[in-house]
C-alpha cells in the first residue's frame, strides 16, 4: 500500500487474525484470544506489544480502557489489500448461485435483480445495483402531445420499455402542419438511435435545423435533449436497506437519510473501476453512512462497462466470504449478457484498493 508506514511480518500477522477474530466475535480482540491461535507462536506479552505499536501506526483502535483492540479502516484496508487471500468458491456455491441468478433466457433487467437479491440473502448486507438498460437501448418513439394552451407533453420511449416525458411551454400554439413537421424531422434524426450515441452537440444541430423553419419549435428540442440525459443516467436501487437499519454498528440516521437519497453512491460506482472495489465510508466524505463498506464490482456487456453490483455493510463484515459472492456474480452476469467468455472478469487478482 504506497504510502503506508512499513509493518513487520510478525505484526502483518496480528493484525490478519485480529480482524479474523473481530468479523467472527464482533467483540474487541485481546492478546490471550490471539496467542491462543496454532498459527500465531508468540507470548500474550509480546502480542500485547504489538497491538500497541499497531494501534499508534493507526491500524487499531481500543474502544474502552482495558478492552481488547478493533480494526480502524486503516487496518480494513491493509488487511483487505495485502493480507487477505479470498477462498475459490464451491461447486455447489457456485450452482447454488447459478440457480438463484437464471439462465441466457432470463430478461437482463431480472438477472442484475435476481443477483443483489442473491446478495442481499447470502451477505445479510444491502444490495446495490446499477441497471444498463437505458445505455443499451435505442430510441423508439418520440411524440409531441398537445395538452393545453401553448403547452405540449413530450413522450420519449426506448427499445427496453423506458418511458420519459416533460412538459413544454411554447410562445405560440403549433398548427398542425407545424407540429407535423416537428413529428416527421425527429422520426427521421432521432429513431433507432442508440442511447448511448446521443449528444450534446447532435441536440445543438437539432435546434438550429428546427429554429432555420419556426424558431418557437427550439424548446421542444431542448426538452427532448433533457428527457435523453435523464436516460443516459443508470437507474440505481439498493435492496436491503432494512438489513442495515437493523445494523446496531451503524448510525441510523445516516442510513435513513441514505436510503432517501442514495447519499454520495452514484460517484463512488462511477468511480469504481474493473474488478472488485472495496471502499470505505470512513475515506469517503460525501458517502452518507460513515462507519460502512462498500464491495462492488463492474459487469460488462458486449465489451463495455454496463453497470455495477455489490454491497454495503458495516466495516466489521467477512469480505473472505462476501468478496468471491460478489466477483462471481458480475462475472457470470457479463457472461450471460453477452455470451462471449471475453466479457468475463478473471477473479483472484481483483484490485480491492478502492483507487485508479
Known amino acids: 500500500m504506497k504510502g503506508r508506514v512499513i509493518v513487520d511480518d510478525r505484526k502483518l500477522k496480528i493484525l490478519a487474525a485480529i480482524v479474523d477474530e473481530y468479523v467472527r466475535t464482533g467483540e474487541p480482540v485481546g492478546s490471550k484470544a490471539i496467542s491462543k491461535l496454532e498459527h500465531i507462536n508468540v507470548s500474550a506479552a509480546t502480542i500485547r506489544n504489538d497491538m500497541a505499536a499497531l494501534e499508534q501506526m493507526g491500524y487499531l483502535e481500543q474502544p474502552h480502557t482495558s478492552a481488547g483492540r478493533v480494526p480502524t479502516f486503516m487496518g480494513y484496508r491493509l488487511y483487505i489489500d495485502e493480507l487477505m487471500t479470498p477462498p475459490e468458491l464451491s461447486d455447489e456455491e457456485k450452482q447454488r448461485l447459478d440457480e438463484m441468478l437464471g439462465t441466457e433466457d432470463t430478461p437482463e433487467e431480472l438477472l442484475i435483480q435476481n443477483a443483489a437479491a442473491a446478495l442481499t440473502e447470502l451477505t445479510h448486507c444491502a ?31 426506448t427499445s427496453s420499455g423506458s418511458i420519459k416525458n416533460k412538459a413544454c411551454r411554447l410562445e405560440f400554439d403549433l398548427s398542425h402542419e407545424q407540429l407535423e413537421f416537428f413529428t416527421h424531422y425527429i422520426e427521421e434524426n432521432l429513431n433507432g438511435i442508440s442511447v448511448e450515441d446521443l449528444s450534446e452537440e447532435m441536440f445543438d444541430k437539432m435546434v438550429a435545423a428546427v429554429s432555420a423553419y419556426m424558431i418557437s419549435l427550439s424548446p421542444l428540442v431542448k426538452g427532448i435533449s433533457e428527457l435523453s440525459e435523464d436516460l443516459r443516467q443508470q437507474e440505481l436501487t439498493v435492496k436491503g436497506g432494512e438489513k442495515l437499519l437493523s445494523c446496531d454498528e451503524l448510525d441510523k440516521m445516516e442510513v435513513v437519510r441514505f436510503i432517501e437519497h442514495k447519499d454520495g453512491l452514484s460517484n463512488l460506482l462511477e468511480d469504481a473501476f474493473s474488478g472488485i472495489q472495496v471502499k470505505f465510508g470512513s475515506e469517503n466524505n460525501s458517502f452518507a453512512i460513515g462507519n460502512s463498506s462498500l464491495i462492488v464490482s463492474k459487469y460488462r456487456k458486449g465489451g463495455k462497462e454496463a453497470g455495477s453490483l455489490g454491497v454495503i455493510g458495516p466495516m466489521r463484515v467477512d469480505y473472505k466470504k462476501i468478496i468471491p459472492y460478489v466477483d462471481y456474480l458480475t462475472q457470470k452476469i457479463s457472461y450471460l449478457m453477452s455470451g462471449d467468455s471475453d466479457d468475463i472478469i478473471n477473479g483472484g487478482a481483483a484490485d480491492t484498493s478502492g483507487k485508479p
Do not use: H, M
Open 127 to 157: 444490495a446495490v445495483v446499477t441497471n444498463p438498460a437505458p445505455r443499451f437501448s435505442v430510441i423508439s418513439k418520440v411524440e409531441v402531445i398537445p395538452t393545453g394552451k401553448r403547452l405540449y407533453v413530450i413522450l420519449l420511449i
